[in-house]
């Protein structure tokens, strides 16, 4: 097998069931696994809302590490709409050349400081601090400012010990509310003042308000992207050849942008719970209690995706939910497509090749399903292109 192969643990699972069911903390999720029932319930946020308690939607659970309601994220319509109108324009400044400029000048210098080393892991000496350093730009703050972040670790709510780490989040948490009194004594053009500054419904947004979407925007942007670079970085390094497509073809990166994000799935799963006693599946689902919406599966269903495991680099029709679906599709979605645009075009001009060396893969337990996401961590060696 490929060292960069992502294989669909739930294949067998969604043609005969169309379901699983993993066992979370004692609070079990039955998660959808085709494309069709993932998006339907997607929209369906009647039967399947996201807001239920703080932490529940999200599997791993984190109800017992957070109380805060992350913002727009744990929220129905139609309140869920006032809030993500709010911050949608702010998450669209990707978009502006400005920032397109100040994002490659980032990722350029990672590329060439990882071409002057001999060995480099990628994760932490490569991923996390594309990662925090692009975040820089997407909060409008001093670049130094990620140093703090790249302290933190590749997650902020997982540590070595263990998947949901109380202390760790609490490091996030209260420095959060640091950010947020120093943006109240003394405001800026960062997204911390601009929320405070802004009104929904006649009034301005809370600073619990303002600390959800801040959390959303730390910890939902954080090992997904860590994740979409090492995998890149993995998949380029066993397929030079693609590399060299790009090199040739560049008016294809968008379409291998997005056809990688349906390949490396960053996030696995997404939770609800059920308002109402219901059935997917012919399979009864009991008010209150939890499914998911398996992105990860549901990019893999060859119903809609003809060889769904391969890597098809210039893919034309690709529906594929990595960002999730419908009106709560990924808000930081612009910012990572920028980034993993800026970054395959980058290696396709300096990187000859990419060796791996060792790595230790991260594998999600999920029950039923152990499921690869990337690397917890990888070596290789970047080979420079001599034009
Ligand atoms: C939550 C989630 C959002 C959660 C779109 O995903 O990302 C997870 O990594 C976090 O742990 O709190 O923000």
């Avoid at 989040?169 to 003042?193: V, W």
């Avoid at 399903?369 to 990888?378: A, D, L, N, P, S």
Wanted: proline letters at 4%; charged letters at 30%.
């Amino acid at each position: 097998m490929e060292k960069s192969e992502l294989q669909d643990p739930f294949e067998e699972a969604r043609v005969n069931r169309g379901y699983g069911e993993m066992n979370d903390q004692e609070d079990p999720v039955v998660m959808l696994l085709r494309h069709k029932d993932v998006r339907k319930s997607a929209h369906n946020y009647k039967t399947f809302m996201s807001g239920a308690t703080p932490g529940r939607i999200v599997v791993p659970s984190e109800v017992n590490i957070r109380d805060t309601r992350q913002v727009p994220f744990e929220m129905d319509p139609p309140a869920h709409g006032k809030f993500r109108a709010l911050v949608e324009p702010w998450f669209k400044r990707p978009l502006q050349s400005e920032y397109q400029e100040q994002l490659k000048e980032q990722i350029y210098t990672a590329i060439d400081t990882v071409l002057s080393k001999d060995t480099v892991e990628a994760v932490n000496e490569f991923s996390l601090p594309v990662q925090s350093h692009a975040l820089t730009l997407l909060l409008n703050i001093p670049f130094s400012e990620a140093e703090t972040w790249i302290s933190w670790g590749t997650h902020v709510f997982r540590s070595e010990e263990t998947a949901l780490d109380g202390d760790k989040a609490a490091i996030l948490y209260d420095y959060i509310d640091e950010q947020i009194e120093r943006a109240i004594q003394h405001p800026g053009e960062d997204l911390y003042s601009v929320l405070l500054a802004s009104e929904v419904e006649g009034r301005k947004l809370t600073k619990e308000e303002v600390k959800g979407v801040m959390i959303l925007t730390f910890a939902g942007g954080r090992d997904t992207v860590i994740n979409a670079v090492t995998n890149s970085i993995a998949y380029f390094a066993e397929h030079p050849e693609s590399l060299e497509r790009l090199r040739n073809e560049p008016e294809i990166i968008g379409n291998a942008v997005e056809e990688l994000m349906r390949y490396f799935s960053p996030l696995t799963q997404m939770g609800r719970v059920v308002t109402e006693d219901t059935q997917v599946c012919e399979h009864a689902i009991k008010a209150d209690s939890r499914i998911s919406l398996c992105w990860a599966s549901a990019n893999r269903d060859a119903s809609v995706f003809e060889k769904p495991n391969e890597v098809v680099l210039d893919r034309k029709i690709n529906p594929h939910v990595s960002f999730g679906f419908s009106h709560h599709n990924c808000l930081g979605a612009t910012h990572a497509r920028q980034i993993m645009k800026t970054l395959l075009t980058a290696l396709a001009e300096k990187v000859d090749s990419i060796d791996i060396l060792d790595y230790k893969e991260n594998i999600e337990d999920l029950d039923e399903f152990q499921r690869k996401v990337g690397y917890e961590r990888i070596n290789v060696k970047f080979n420079r292109l001599m034009k």
